[in-house]
Structures are given as C-alpha cells and as structure tokens.
C-alpha cells in the first residue's frame, strides 16, 4: 500500500519559512517524479516544484527563488523548503509522486502565511 505523508506545515508570518516534508512508503521515490502542489480555497490544485528521478528540478514562476525542492532518497522523503513566505503563498500542500502510468497523493498539509 502507497503512503505519502506531509508534514511541516503551520502559521508563519510573512517573510518566514518553513519546511515541509513528504514521506514515503510503498514506494521506492527515487524511482519516481516527485512534485510539489498546493490549493488555496476557491483556486485550482497547481503544481510549485518538481524533481525528477535523476535530481532535476523545476518551479512554478511563484515559487522561483524562494522555494526549493529536494529529496533524500536513502529515507524515501522529499522536502520543499520555502522561504520569504507571502499571503499568497497560503494554501494546502499536497505531495505526488507521478510515473507515465499512475500518480498517488498524500492527505496534504496547511500552510497560512498572516500577520
């Protein structure tokens, strides 16, 4: 059975950060491409970052040079850790693990950005 479980999620102010952490099992990630996606209320699911199976990654324009995208693969976890957090940035953060064939999700975690 496929598991991804987010964690790290919270409140922080605007211009924090925080780290956020997708955990694996069933699954070996390395093997997989491993995104980052949010929903904010009455918005769309969107993709913020992606790594391949090779360690390549990509990033929504939002999510250019504040966000980062990584994973350890000896613990099956993928992190995103976002820094110069804005209001905007507000949303739940869902974990996907994507091959040509099939694609799983985790529950997701809140992020809220306020003041």
């Known amino acids: 059975q496929v598991q991804l479980v987010e964690s790290g999620g919270g409140l922080v102010q605007p211009g924090g950060s925080l780290r956020l952490s997708c955990a694996a099992s069933g699954i070996t990630i390395r093997f997989w491409s491993m995104d980052w996606y949010r929903q904010a209320p009455g918005k769309q699911r969107e993709l913020v970052a992606v790594i391949t199976r090779g360690g390549n990654t990509n990033y929504a324009d939002s999510a250019k040079g504040r966000f980062t995208i990584s994973k350890d693969n000896a613990i099956n976890t993928m992190y995103l850790q976002m820094t110069s957090l804005k209001p905007e940035d507000t949303a739940i953060y869902y974990c996907?693990?994507?091959?040509?064939?099939?694609?799983?999700w985790g529950p997701g975690t809140q992020v809220t950005v306020s003041s």
């Open positions: 996907h693990a994507g091959n040509l064939n099939t694609g799983y």
